[in-house]
């Protein structure tokens, strides 16, 4: 069966790097558009980065734009968010997602299977 799970999550100070993992399974990772998506205490969910694996075309929200990078590894089945410069308002549960459509969207409605998120809390 398809299943995606996040590893990678941590307590660091502000200005750490982190990388998170989405390791895939039950599913060809290349047929697939991948996201990550986050949930902060007491705050909707929202979009952080999205992947088509197929041709490496990515998105990024303006929150993390030139601090995140998303990249997939399509042999090992995984997705990756390197984050880099955190802050504490990166503090979150970090959700990945994966969509058949192989679009770039931050719509959740998009994305058929979800991972059972990698807490990232960051102190200042």
């Known amino acids: 069966q398809v299943q995606l799970v996040e590893s990678g999550g941590a307590l660091v100070h502000a200005g750490d790097s982190l990388r998170l993992s989405c390791a895939t399974s039950?599913?060809?990772?290349?047929?697939?558009?991948i996201a990550w998506f986050r949930q902060a205490p007491g705050k909707e969910r929202e979009g952080v980065s999205a992947i088509v694996t197929s041709d490496g075309d990515t998105i990024y929200a303006d929150s993390i734009k030139g601090r995140f990078t998303i990249s997939s590894d399509n042999a090992q089945n995984t997705v990756y968010l390197q984050m880099n410069n955190l802050r504490p308002e990166d503090t979150a549960v970090y959700y990945c997602a994966a969509s058949e459509e192989l679009l770039l969207s931050f719509e959740e409605y998009e994305y058929n299977y979800w991972g059972q998120g990698t807490q990232v809390t960051v102190d200042s």
């Open positions: 039950g599913f060809t990772l290349y047929y697939y558009t």
